[in-house]
């Protein structure tokens, strides 16, 4: 099946630093890939949604020039959280689309990358 | 955007038929009905997914009535390894491919 990854698993960093989340669709080209953040015991909030060679679509209340991304091939997205602080701190999921999917509108999660800002 | 309702929780112990029932009451003709699941510290998996009457896979199985304004899915036969939350998603009204996730299901299995 699809397989998409995620780099960092984990990352610890201070208050103020930026930190960059990688996701990579590993078997197949994701014409768009989508960026989720979820808080301890709440559901996934999307925040973007990314496709490859044009500017990501940021859902209402996300600041884009704080989480900037980049979906710069058919197989890699990064999320960049700039200037991050302790409100920032997460569980950011991406998923990926696959263009001919069998199943209509199914996309493939990432194992999350947990963020800690001290 | 078809907005949809769980109940938050429900337990089950293992060996039991468990069913979580979803309630989409404004979904669109074009929208499909899909299932994730969702570890702790992991990201969603998909499970199921229908447009109307009866889906069935290995892992579990669907329910959509006739005006599909709810489905159920149903596990069947639990173990403790199926502790998780589940969501029902409905497809966006819209073109594009963005979920929205709602509360979600959290499932807890006992021994």
């Known amino acids: 099946g699809a397989v998409v990854s995620q780099h960092p698993s984990w990352v610890i960093c201070k208050s103020g630093t930026s930190v960059k989340i990688e996701c990579r669709s590993l078997?197949?080209?994701?014409?768009?890939m989508f960026w989720y953040r979820q808080f301890p015991k709440q559901s996934l909030m999307l925040m973007a949604t990314?496709?490859?060679?044009?500017?990501?679509?940021?859902e209402q209340g996300v600041e884009k020039d704080k989480f900037l991304i980049n979906h710069a091939s058919l197989t890699l997205s990064t999320l960049t959280v700039t200037s991050a602080h302790p409100e920032d701190s997460s569980f950011y999921i991406c998923?990926?689309?696959?263009?001919?999917?069998?199943?209509?509108?199914?996309?493939?999660f990432g194992p999350g990358t947990r963020l800690t800002v001290l | 955007l078809a907005k949809t309702t769980q109940p938050i929780s429900m337990d089950s112990y293992e060996g039991q038929e468990v069913n979580i029932t979803c309630s989409h009451n404004?979904?669109?003709?074009?929208?499909?009905i899909t299932w994730y699941q969702q570890f702790p510290s992991q990201g969603p998996r998909f499970i199921i997914q229908?447009?109307?009457t009866k889906v069935t896979n290995e892992v579990a199985s669907l329910f959509i009535p006739a005006d599909r304004k709810s489905s159920t899915l149903s596990l069947p036969r639990v173990s403790l390894s199926d502790t998780a939350v589940y969501y029902c998603?409905?497809?966006?009204?819209?073109?594009?491919?963005?979920?929205?996730f709602g509360t979600g299901t959290r499932l807890q299995v006992f021994p």
């Open positions: 998603l409905v497809g966006d009204q819209g073109n594009t491919d963005k979920l929205i």
């Open positions: 078997d197949f080209q994701a014409t768009t």
């Open positions: 404004n979904i669109a003709t074009n929208d499909y």
């Open positions: 990314s496709n490859e060679g044009s500017k990501a679509t940021y």
């Open positions: 998923s990926a689309s696959e263009e001919l999917a069998e199943t209509y509108n199914e996309q493939f």
């Open positions: 229908g447009y109307k």
